[in-house]
């Protein structure tokens, strides 16, 4: 498709339970961003992929939380243990090359942790 | 550490007033600027960015933004308001380590 897609679109789950949440990023986009926005919160950054490369982890909230990329395209983001408090909408967005570059966000995955 | 703060959660205006939504930044170099508007359930969108020249900068649908290094602000503006601008509105700041800082959001209620 043209655009980020992201998948599941909704996800509820188990408290204990791992989940894994799904990027798509627009063909040719070598930066990929991953956020959460809680409800009623702005954006908040987890982790940056240039290529297949994170240069970054201290963004992600927990060592619950873990991101890979594969193939310079397809990330995932993979919460172990969920817990209520990781219900939250998890935005995915790319760009073309990084630094400056306009980002595309997908519509996102929310999350319900019961 | 980097921050973004927009102090103003809700705005209601009226249809064809001029709006202005706040955005104050904390960051020690020349950060990149942006404003992005979310619709009821449609993705993030950008409106406009600022990396470095004219500190006014054009986006789309009418919007404008003014970077002023002395009150580390990029406030956006709309001469005129139309219903369909109701959304919210964030302001974010990106480093040069590509690590982007969020606003809480403003909300915009555009009266008719």
């Known amino acids: 498709g043209a655009g980020v897609s992201q998948s599941p679109s909704n996800k509820v789950t188990e408290k204990g339970k791992d989940v894994e949440l799904r990027c798509d990023p627009i063909?040719?986009?070598?930066?990929l961003y991953w956020y959460r926005q809680s409800l009623g919160q702005g954006l908040e950054f987890l982790i940056y992929?240039?290529?297949?490369?994170?240069?970054?982890k201290s963004g992600l909230p927990s060592d619950r939380f873990s991101a890979e990329r594969t193939g310079g395209s397809v990330s995932t983001l993979t919460i172990q243990r969920t817990q209520q408090e990781d219900s939250a909408v998890y935005l995915c967005a790319s760009s073309l090359t990084g630094v400056g570059e306009t980002q595309y966000f997908g519509p996102g995955t929310r999350l319900l942790v019961l | 550490a980097q921050s973004v703060t927009q102090p103003d959660i809700h705005i209601t205006v009226s249809e064809g007033a001029s709006l202005e939504l706040r955005c104050n930044y904390s960051?020690?170099?020349?950060?990149?600027l942006f404003w992005y508007v979310q619709s009821p359930g449609q993705g993030l969108q950008l409106l406009l960015k600022y990396f470095s020249g004219d500190t006014l900068v054009q986006g789309i649908k009418g919007f404008e933004a003014e970077f002023k290094r002395s009150q580390s602000s990029f406030n956006l503006r709309k001469p005129s308001v139309h219903w369909s601008d109701a959304a919210e509105y964030f302001c974010a700041v990106g480093d040069n380590f590509n690590k982007f800082y969020f606003g809480s959001g403003t909300k915009l209620n555009v009266k008719p």
């Open positions: 992929f240039q290529g297949n490369s994170a240069p970054d």
């Open positions: 960051y020690g170099a020349t950060p990149y």
């Open positions: 063909s040719g986009h070598t930066a």
